[in-house]
């Protein structure tokens, strides 16, 4: 049995590990896919200390290797549920089963789709959700980026080196992300921006060919036509797994500041749980303090 079983290897997981490790705890992350979390998407990170300038995947890369050195377990699965029982909890991955005193769920969120016709589709074939991926299929094509966040501005940004055309469309009159990175896109002479416009649907007949989007003032469509589309409006929480043991507050796990579930012994961390900012920082501020609030538990402060 592990003292503390931790859901998710994002930045929130990987330092909820570091600490509870450095506290002499047993631990085990289990994660479903790659480490690192969203961020790896990240083409180029600026704002996180220490760091002038780093890409998601080195970052992530580092922080995996400090947590593995500091003796933390790892398995790759997908966890399907939690389960109390008298010696602590059961972490039900399809078959298997691993046991710890305490549990971390810090499982980030997943990309919120567009949800319009011809989406699912395209979906992986036209429609992406990564322009560090899958950007070098569209060199010297016309791509669509739906968004107007720090996400959208960052994919926009990457996709203007290689692509001929980059046109990115808001729903609001005006980005929301940060200035610097707006400025950044406005010195591109190959981006050009639609704002004030909702995606209604992706076209095409055997590959993708445009979307069609609505002026949200005049109700007005129109065929923006390109080869691919990244979509980049946020962020979902994925906590179905866990609402058998711990309260949801609009899909994410309620919680505090001191990242204490509704479930004695069931702490929370990162973009998974409720809270106004979702950053890398941020979700490395949750890791240290879930994983402190763990070590608590587990020995009876």
Excluded at 29 to 58: C, D, H, R, W
């Amino acid at each position: 049995m592990h003292d503390i079983i931790i859901v998710g290897g994002g930045p929130a997981g990987l330092t909820a590990a570091l600490y509870a490790r450095r506290a002499g705890k047993r631990v085990l992350i289990i994660e479903k896919g790659g480490f690192g979390g969203q961020m790896t998407f990240s083409p180029k990170i600026e704002n996180y200390p220490a760091f002038l300038s780093v890409s998601g995947s080195e970052l992530a890369d580092k922080m995996v290797e400090q947590v593995l050195e500091q003796g933390a377990d790892v398995e790759v699965e997908t966890v399907t549920g939690i389960e109390r029982h008298s010696d602590g909890f059961h972490v039900h991955c399809g078959e298997k089963v691993f046991a710890a005193k305490a549990v971390i769920v810090a499982t980030g969120a997943r990309h919120r789709l567009l949800g319009v016709p011809g989406e699912d589709k395209f979906l992986g074939d036209g429609v992406s959700f990564c322009a560090v991926c899958d950007g070098a299929f569209y060199k010297d094509k016309h791509v669509i980026v739906v968004g107007g966040g720090n996400s959208a501005l960052q994919e926009a940004l990457l996709l203007a080196e290689t692509a001929e055309r980059v046109t990115v469309v808001q729903n609001l009159d005006e980005f929301t992300g940060e200035v610097r990175l707006c400025e950044l896109l406005a010195a591109k002479p190959n981006v050009e921006t639609v704002f004030g416009h909702t995606v209604v649907g992706i076209v095409g007949d055997a590959a993708l060919t445009g979307a069609e989007v609505e002026d949200v003032h005049t109700g007005a469509r129109r065929v923006i036509p390109a080869d691919g589309v990244f979509v980049a409006i946020g962020l979902a929480p994925d906590n179905g797994a866990f609402e058998n043991l711990i309260a949801l507050d609009h899909g994410y796990i309620a919680a505090g500041e001191d990242c204490k579930t509704s479930a004695e012994g069931i702490f929370t961390a990162g973009d998974c749980r409720t809270k106004g900012v979702r950053q890398i920082a941020t979700a490395v501020a949750d890791g240290a303090t879930a994983a402190l609030a763990a070590c608590r538990y587990i020995d009876g402060e």
